[in-house]
């Protein structure tokens, strides 16, 4: 077990826009010695196991991801990588014709590789819908219950101290949940992006292939195709503000548009780091 991993236990956790999830009570680990879960308590809802992957030490707090969003990761990453290498076939077979049947190997290989990659974007997809549906019903339970407390103020049930105080902790908890909401719609405008409609639209229309990636080893009408535009589009998030900054430790992926690995931290890091 590295040192990092043995510096779960006994630290908080805090998903990655700030909420307290409990605390880092141990682990279990494989016969090599190797992490599999952390086990968190979670006060009335018990301990809770989480796998390893989506922890991340972060100074005086241990950081949880969510998985919607490592499997969004994986797929921007994969599909990403799948089409470069489809346009780098289509690259090669217009350059030289005569190398059209030694593309032909592996043409069904990245035909294949698409359609399990399109089957796992329709579940994330609704994966993600259905984490927008649950935080919009957490707003509508906030908004009910702040107006409560202020129904409550003005028939003098509850001092302006009480009433402040509730106004003051439920702002804090809308914020964190707009900042999940606001990198769930940013994924979700990433993922469309990587879409093959996407690639076709940002070809020259003089120099369009008839099929695109699906079947991207038929007739191409000229020798020259230009190489799309990629854009970077990094995860954005408003800051969180407290204590002492900590000092930085693991540092999770940023994914950009194009599925490549970005280079700086995501911002949400950043966001945690001033926790």
């Not at 070809?203 to 369009?208: C, G, H, L, S, V």
Request: overall charge negative; aromatic content about 4%.
């Amino acid at each position: 077990m590295s040192k990092e991993e043995i510096e779960f236990i006994g630290k908080q956790v805090k998903d990655m826009y700030g909420t307290f999830i409990g605390k880092v009570v141990g682990t279990i680990t494989d016969i090599d010695g190797s992490v599999q879960t952390v086990g968190v308590d979670c006060g009335s809802e018990g301990l809770r196991q989480i796998p390893f992957e989506q922890l991340v030490v972060q100074g005086a707090f241990v950081i949880f991801i969510p998985r919607w969003r490592l499997e969004a990761q994986r797929l921007l990453r994969e599909k990403g990588l799948t089409l470069r290498r489809i346009r780098a076939l289509i690259d090669i077979v217009s350059e030289n014709d005569d190398m059209k049947e030694d593309a032909e190997l592996i043409h069904e290989k990245y035909k294949m590789k698409l359609v399990t990659l399109e089957e796992t974007e329709k579940q994330i997809k609704e994966k993600l819908d259905h984490r927008l549906a649950e935080l919009d019903s957490q707003l509508k339970s906030i908004r009910m219950l702040v107006f409560d407390a202020k129904l409550q103020y003005k028939s003098n049930e509850i001092s302006d101290a009480k009433y402040e105080s509730v106004k003051t902790q439920t702002v804090e908890i809308v914020e964190h949940i707009e900042h999940e909401k606001a990198e769930i719609v940013n994924i979700q405008h990433r993922i469309s992006d990587l879409s093959v409609e996407n690639v076709e639209r940002t070809e020259n229309p003089k120099e369009q292939l008839h099929s695109a990636a699906v079947s991207y080893l038929g007739k191409v009408e000229n020798n020259q195709i230009t190489e799309p535009t990629k854009t970077v589009a990094p995860i954005q998030g408003p800051a969180v503000s407290n204590a002492t900054p900590p000092t930085p430790s693991q540092k999770p992926v940023a994914i950009g548009a194009d599925g490549a690995e970005e280079s700086q931290d995501s911002d949400w890091l950043k966001r945690m780091s001033s926790q």
